[in-house]
């Protein structure tokens, strides 16, 4: 076996442990990415907030009581403003 052989296996082992390398880094590589994949799917066990109608969470301004505050009229009498009154107390508004 001259030195020549010796060098060209060498080589070939080299050229072989190169890819083995690049094919283990390869597959981790997408075994860590299907992790990251499914870590952010994962639901986080928070409770979602629960959709009460209102735009605002947690101050009780919905579609309706936009509305409502939107029908209000200056001119009303004494009668009108308590049945406004009522409503916006029964809405939550």
Request: aromatic letters at 8%.
């Amino acid at each position: 076996m001259t030195i020549e052989d010796v060098a060209e296996k060498a080589d070939k082992w080299s050229q072989a442990v190169n890819k083995i390398m690049k094919a283990v880094a390869a597959a981790a590589i997408a075994i860590g990415t299907a992790i990251g994949g499914i870590v952010m799917l994962w639901p986080g066990g928070e409770e979602a907030p629960v959709d009460s109608g209102s735009i605002v969470y947690g101050v009780g301004y919905s579609p309706q009581c936009s509305q409502l505050m939107d029908s209000i009229d200056h001119n009303w009498s004494e009668g009108q403003w308590s049945v406004w009154e009522s409503l916006r107390r029964d809405m939550g508004c």
